[in-house]
């Protein structure tokens, strides 16, 4: 396909070992190590990452299962600092907003493409693992509402932090309008910052219109 693919190799057990850290922990800090050494030296923009809202599912599920805050809470963010670089390129994740079967569905379907599984995922003595398996049983909608929970967290932690982030605009909107059962409030937020007057969304029971840059909230008839 003409795209240029990079390959390393690391003794992961060594570094685990001398570090001692899970092997889990130890593959990550290596490759995203890695990667930023990669990015800077190609003059890269970004770092960017495969996480989808299952990964993100994972994530909140690991945390809540070892004990966390709300900074544990709000999963991983579609910008992000990278964990071994803080003051290096940063890390994106533009899948973070679909789930992991319409990535498959996309490719399978769409584009005809096949994938390559890892054959580590099958290891359910890896807690990650273990934790997939288990959100196999979880639904679609379930799992994207877990994905907006942590969205709708980080909105909280920007505001707590004074940041006026997309995030915490987002948030700030949610909480004001969340009785009245609107599912997409980033798209109502997105709809006002654009000023896209004369805009209507609508919930089971309230119809939303944006007017001169506010938003009109009335009972839908």
């Known amino acids: 396909m003409n795209i240029e693919l990079e390959v390393r190799h690391f003794d992961t057990s060594a570094y685990a070992h001398e570090n001692k850290i899970s092997i889990e922990l130890a593959a990550r800090e290596l490759r995203y190590r890695w990667f930023d050494e990669l990015a800077r030296a190609k003059g890269c923009q970004a770092v960017a990452v495969a996480h989808h809202q299952n990964d993100q599912a994972e994530t909140i599920l690991m945390n809540l299962k070892r004990g966390t805050g709300l900074r544990g809470l709000a999963g991983m963010r579609p910008v992000s600092t990278n964990p071994m670089a803080p003051d290096g390129i940063p890390v994106v994740r533009p899948l973070l907003c679909t789930t992991r079967d319409y990535i498959e569905h996309y490719l399978?379907?769409?584009r005809g493409l096949n994938w390559v599984t890892d054959s580590t995922n099958s290891d359910l003595t890896i807690s990650r693992?273990?934790?997939r398996e288990q959100?196999?049983?979880y639904?679609?909608?379930e799992i994207e509402h877990m994905?907006?929970?942590a969205e709708y967290i980080q909105g909280y932690i920007d505001i707590i932090d004074g940041k006026h982030t997309r995030e915490a605009g987002v948030s700030e909107l949610y909480e004001r309008i969340r009785e009245y059962g609107f599912a997409e409030t980033d798209k109502i937020y997105d709809a006002l910052q654009r000023g896209e007057g004369g805009k209507i969304f609508t919930s089971k029971t309230h119809r939303a219109t944006i007017k001169k840059g506010q938003l009109c909230v009335t009972?839908?008839?």
Do not use: C, W
């Open 219 to 221: 009972t839908a008839s």
């Open 139 to 141: 639904s679609k909608s």
């Open 147 to 149: 994905a907006q929970t």
């Open 108 to 110: 399978h379907d769409k």
């Open 129 to 131: 693992n273990a934790v």
């Open 135 to 137: 959100l196999k049983s």
